[in-house]
Structures are given as C-alpha cells and as structure tokens.
C-alpha cells in the first residue's frame, strides 16, 4: 500500500462524530484494505474539550475553532456532524471548501438551506462535497439514486425519513395512545431534536426530501417550496379509523416531476395497511425510488443513531479515499434547473372524517357538498353514534386539495357539521 494515507479533519463529537472515531479506530486496517489507503484521523473539533466521550481522542490534535480546523493544511477531507444550517456548521464547512479540502457531512439543514452555493463552491475549487448520512442515516439512498440508477429517468422519490415521526404514529396505533402521550414519551426516550418541531413538524424529514428531489430531478435544491404539514394534528379516532379502512398513517414525503412542475409533500398520508410503508414500524426509515427502466425500489433502515449514521459518513470518506469523485448533486452544479414548484399537488384519493349532527338530511347536504365541490365519494361509513352526533367517514375519489378544501369550505354552510372536518391524502403506493 504506497499511497499517501487520506488526512481527515472532524468537527463535532456528539453521537455521530464518536461513532466515526470509533468505525476508524475498530476497523483502520480493514477499510485501508478496501480504500487501498489508510485513513488518518487528524484532528477534531467539538463545543466542550472536558466533556467525556466513548473514544479515546488523546490522539487526535484539538481544534477549539471548527474554521481552523477546516483551514489546516494537513488535512484532506473535512467532516462536518455538528448540524445547524447557520452559524459554525455553514462558516466551516465553507471555510473547508475554500480551503480546497473535500467536505462530508451529515447535515441536512445545511444543505437543504445552501447545498446549491456549496456545491458550485466546492465544484470551483474541484472539491467534491459527499452527504449520505443526511438522508435517511444508514440507507444509502443517494449512492443509490447517483450512481446504481443513475441510467433510469426518476419518476417519483418517496419515503418516511423520520424515525421519530413513525415512532410515535406505530407507538399510537400499536398502544392505542393519544398522541400527546406517546410525543412525551418520545421525548423522556431521547428521541426529539433540541427543537422538536424538526421532527414533528416535518421540517427535518422536508430537508431530507428536497435533497433526494434535487437529485431525482436534476433541480436546484428548493427547501422553501416543498409542502409540509406535520403530526400534531393526527388523532387516535383517525389513526384507528384509517385502520378499520385498511390504512396506516405515517409522515410520507413524496418528489415528482409533474407537467405543472416540481411537487414536493411532507405532509402525513393514508397508505395501504399491507404496503411497505404501510408495514413500517417504530423508528425504522424507508425510502421508494421509481425509475422508469428499474421500476419501482424499496429501501428500508435505520435513518438514526451513532452507527448508521457513521455508517453512511465512512462510506462516503472511503469513496474519496479511493478516489470516486462525483457532483454533489449527482450532475455539475451549474446544470441544475430551477424548477417550477407545482402550485397544488396531484389528485389523489382522500380520506374524510367529520362529525355530523343526527339528523334527516344530513348526510345528503354534505353528498351535496361534495358533488358540488366536484368530488366523487368511493366509500362512505356512518359509526357509532353518540348522542345526537353521527361519525361520519367518507373516502373519496381521486380529487385535488383544492376541491377538498372548497367541499370542506361549503359544509360549514350546511348546518350539520360539528367541529372541524379532517382531510387526509391517500397516496397510491
Ligand atoms: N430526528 C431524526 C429522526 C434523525 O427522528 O429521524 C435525524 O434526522
């Protein structure tokens, strides 16, 4: 083995960092057998040098500042795991390209909100910037979409790319538990961001999808446009109705190139019971790529924790020791189109849920409504009655949202409605 060792720089030493620290150190020898290189950890940099970590670091230099540690000069290939898409994770992971250093990182934020600047930087400097581990941790999804289908005209990107989220949606199906209580059990377990609205809130599943669509599509990287609705609004009586249809719900984000433009959903989603996605329990991910030669591929894993996530950093560190280098998005940086987000989403089937008072009539003014609203009712179910309350369940032909909200808007009209109606898209998977 006669070639240079491949120099690395780490910033961040929280749980993916020290799983990093711990891949090199357990299996230095076997990864410069398959990289035909040793990889030499360099130096490190984290917030607190006292605080006590999983790995011995005595040989590694300390770097209290990230930018100078993605400025040294003894260094190849910098590693960014600190996360946060301002501040030192964008000032360092700049400062490395500037450097003429390549950039691995496992921070979705950052690229979702700057990947288009970084990556024209980085192609400047012929630097490569490489990010598996920011989407969907351990599944190697963009190796995927980048290299092994890199032949196939992508038709559509799906996935659940929040373990969090579907933890807590297969927690509340499996236990029968509201959601407030499974959230909060969510939390004492260590599963929430420091910002929880990350997770349930769809944001960080979002960055991960506006990701995946700049590569399937071949488009600029457009956060701001993909269309997100979290969980907090997703109840035990529709987790359990949805059930009795024969659907799960789950945080389902979905990429298509449509002829009004690019759509992009994070949004939740009724998806057939017996389906993949409809079988994916607790924290685990799954991302679906359709390519028009390949068909249709399901990948599923671990999307979190030290080891994928250090998992899918290495397999990015080792492509560059073996010296693969590859457009950040898959195609130079300068080609990527700034596509036309798709102002409404395509039709799709919906699931209906509202109560109605009980009496005669009622049902034939929401029919109404429907009709009028240019929605066509597949299924329809009235369930146990409470009172003068009837629980109605509708499932709908496909409908776009627009008509769903304007037959929601003319049943507030009607006199029978009581509370608000819920909406749910049924994706066909
Ligand atoms: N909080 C994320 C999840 C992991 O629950 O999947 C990091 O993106």
């Known amino acids: 083995m006669s070639d240079a060792p491949l120099r690395i720089g780490l910033a961040g030493l929280g749980t993916v960092g020290i799983g990093v620290v711990q891949i090199l150190q357990r299996h230095g020898d076997l990864i410069a057998q398959r990289a035909g290189r040793r990889i030499e950890l360099v130096a490190v940099s984290a917030r607190d040098r006292t605080r006590n970590r999983d790995a011995d670091l005595s040989g590694f230099d300390w770097e209290s500042d990230p930018v100078a540690l993605a400025r040294r000069a003894d260094i190849d290939v910098f590693i960014e795991v600190m996360g946060g898409h301002d501040g ?78 579907n933890y807590i949606l297969t927690r509340m199906q499996n236990a029968g538990l509201p959601y407030d209580q499974v959230f909060e059990e969510a939390r004492q377990l260590g599963y929430l961001e420091a910002d929880p609205n990350l997770d349930v809130g769809g944001v960080d599943a979002g960055h991960k999808l506006s990701l995946l ?54 949004t939740p989603c009724l998806v057939p019971a017996d389906s993949p996605l409809g079988q994916l329990q607790g924290g685990t991910n799954m991302v679906v790529l359709e390519g028009d030669s390949v068909g249709q591929i399901v990948m599923r894993g671990p999307g979190a924790g030290m080891g994928p996530t250090a998992s899918a950093v290495m397999g990015d560190v080792i492509d560059i020791a073996r010296r693969f280098r590859i457009s950040t998005f898959g195609q130079p940086a300068r080609n990527l189109v700034a596509a036309t987000p798709a102002r409404t989403s395509s039709p799709a089937p919906h699931y209906l849920r509202m109560t109605l008072l009980d009496k005669p009539g009622a049902l034939a003014k929401i029919a109404t409504c429907l009709g009028d609203a240019g929605v066509s009712i597949d299924q329809m179910r009235q369930y146990g009655h409470s009172g003068t309350n009837a629980p109605v369940l509708i499932v709908t032909h496909k409908a776009t949202r627009d008509d769903i909200d304007h037959a929601i808007g003319l049943f507030a009209g009607t006199g029978v409605i009581v509370g608000d109606p819920v909406a749910i898209r049924i994706e066909e998977v």
């Open 213 to 266: 669509a700049a590569i399937a599509f071949g488009t600029r990287v457009n956060f701001d446009a993909v269309e997100l609705e979290g969980i907090g609004s997703i109840s035990i009586d529709d987790i359990r109705l949805a059930a009795d249809m024969g659907y799960r719900i789950k945080l389902l984000g979905v990429a298509q190139m449509t002829g009004r433009g690019l759509e992009q959903r994070m």
């Open 88 to 165: 030192p994770a964008k000032a360092s992971s700049e400062a490395a390209i500037a450097a003429g250093h390549d950039l691995v990182s496992a921070n979705k934020a950052l690229l979702a909100h700057h990947g288009q600047a970084l990556a024209e930087a980085a192609e400047a400097n012929g630097c490569v910037i490489r990010f598996e581990a920011a989407v969907a941790g351990g599944i190697p999804v963009i190796k995927a979409l980048t290299e092994g289908l890199a032949g196939n005209q992508i038709k559509r990107v799906m996935g659940v790319m929040n373990g969090t989220c």
